[in-house]
């Protein structure tokens, strides 16, 4: 193992068609990347490669285990095989089979340490995307945070949020001149997706003790990083867009909470997010222009994003631009249209006059890649074919006796083991309701929330929803606390 005095200065991916050792300076190491590929191609052992490198050089790392197999860094490796030969034809690669330091996460708590936070910290705008809310029910999920800001009711949890709900509908007065944003069909609508995250699961995602960040920063005994993965291999496939929320709850709250760092030897953190595409397939367009500004501020802060997908056709242009190592792997194209994507992902290089970029694409086998990093200036450096260096770590998944026994040996064991439920907002609405005396409602009081509502079916419907939107926008300004306060509201603890 390594001694932390004597880290590595250069985050090196494999061998180029020469032999010489071929990757970027851990400096640039915050100005992001990209791992792309077709299934099978070896992107899932690059990821685990970067992530091993930057655990030697100190640096912590966060990243999704989607299959379940990238947990293998927490044990030595055992090359046989096709991995053997590997690390055989490269002389100057020095390869010790060892473990990285890991700690386990899982939103369920069943394969790893509970992961949580509130929905206080989410924020509406998050939280409006995640549960995929028309115009007018984003407006009513504004005006709902707004009065839980003004009368001070924690949204911790999801019986939080739904309390609240009820509470203004049965109280529309305490709304006052945003009373027209939260009708009877927009508070059914929001009840009726909170139900719908409630049969995923996600309930178990809000909560406390939240995440701390300062967790995920914590060096290992030895001076490495520590590798903190997510078991997302369930909640990818039952609860896609809860998986995404949280990455962007993440990447929002290291944006906020992390000083600015300036120029420094290595980043303090890099991120991996495999299923990249899922960032951004169905994101609001203002939650995705407020995303691909964070991507281009947190390196300031020390961070360093790397796009785990497989095709950079799956994210959008303003964030391909900022990617500094890029890693490819090989593509196929049988239909005119991946033709055509496969080469503008060669015109994405810049050209070497030894190979025709397009040509070794299509050629590359399992644990090759085309790679472009960045001169020490910052400005692109020429692709290069690269055999990608094996992990020293194992290839494959954790055993269940192994995961448990790092769970249970983990420094973090305890911390977030037993979910907390504190006084917030469901709480404090069911002791207001039981101090105050029943008031019945009369049949003809109909509320002025009411009324609204009734206009969405007829000829009004239009301009008043246009109205909604306006008033949203309007409260989203009064709930923004900055660029990140539009990822996520304002923050109570």
């Not at 055989?88 to 069943?110: K, M, T």
């Not at 991946?338 to 080469?343: A, F, I």
């Not at 960045?374 to 194992?394: C, E, F, I």
Request: aromatic content about 4%; glycine content about 10%.
């Amino acid at each position: 193992m390594s001694d932390i005095k004597q880290q590595p200065s250069r985050l090196i991916v494999g061998a180029s068609t020469d032999g010489q050792p071929l990757g970027q300076e851990l400096r640039l190491g915050n100005r992001h990347g990209l791992i792309a590929g077709a299934t099978g191609t070896g992107k899932t052992v690059t990821l685990q490669r970067l992530a091993e490198a930057f655990s030697e050089a100190g640096v912590a790392v966060f990243a999704a285990d989607i299959k379940g197999d990238l947990c293998g860094l927490g044990a030595a490796g055992e090359p046989t095989g096709a991995i053997a030969e590997r690390i055989a034809s490269i002389p100057w690669l020095d390869h010790r089979p060892q473990a990285c330091p890991i700690r386990l996460w899982d939103v369920h708590g069943q394969s790893g340490h509970p992961l949580r936070t509130t929905l206080s910290e989410m924020g509406p705008l998050l939280l409006g995307s995640l549960l995929e809310l028309t115009d007018s029910q984003q407006a009513a999920l504004y005006a709902a945070f707004k009065v839980a800001d003004r009368e001070g009711l924690l949204l911790l949890d999801l019986k939080d949020l739904k309390a609240l709900l009820n509470h203004l509908k049965e109280n529309p007065a305490i709304l006052g001149e945003d009373s027209a944003l939260l009708t009877t069909g927009s508070t059914q609508a929001l009840q009726r997706r909170l139900a719908g995250l409630e049969q995923q699961g996600a309930e178990a995602l809000f909560g406390e003790p939240a995440l701390q960040l300062q967790d995920l920063l914590q060096p290992a005994a030895d001076g490495r990083g520590v590798i903190h993965l997510l078991d997302a291999s369930r909640l990818v496939h039952e609860a896609p867009k809860v998986y995404a929320t949280f990455l962007l709850w993440l990447l929002a709250e290291l944006f906020e909470q992390l000083p600015e760092r300036g120029d420094a030897d290595k980043p303090l953190l890099a991120l991996f997010f495999d299923e990249a595409h899922l960032l951004f397939t169905g994101t609001p367009k203002a939650l995705q222009d407020r995303l691909e500004q964070v991507v281009r501020l947190i390196r300031s802060k020390g961070v360093g994003v790397y796009f785990v997908t497989q095709s950079p056709s799956d994210l959008p242009d303003a964030v391909l631009a900022q990617l500094g190592l890029r890693i490819q792997h090989g593509l196929r194209a049988f239909t005119a249209k991946e033709q055509r994507s496969l080469k503008a992902v060669a015109d994405g290089f810049r050209p070497n006059p030894q190979f025709d970029t397009l040509s070794v694409l299509i050629e590359l086998g399992t644990g090759e890649a085309l790679v472009g990093t960045l001169h020490s200036n910052g400005t692109p450096a020429m692709v290069q074919r690269v055999a990608v260096a094996p992990p020293q770590s194992r290839i494959g998944p954790l055993t269940a006796g192994e995961r448990s026994a790092l769970i249970a040996q983990s420094p973090l064991a305890g911390r977030y083991d037993q979910a907390i439920d504190r006084e917030s907002a469901y709480e404090m609405l069911t002791q207001r309701k039981a101090d105050l005396p029943e008031q019945p409602r009369e049949a003809s009081e109909e509320s002025f929330a009411d009324k609204a509502g009734d206009f969405f079916s007829g000829a009004a419907g239009q301009a008043l929803k246009s109205g909604l939107r306006q008033a949203a926008n309007q409260l989203g300004r009064e709930l923004v606390r900055g660029l990140l306060g539009s990822l996520t509201g304002k923050r109570r603890r």
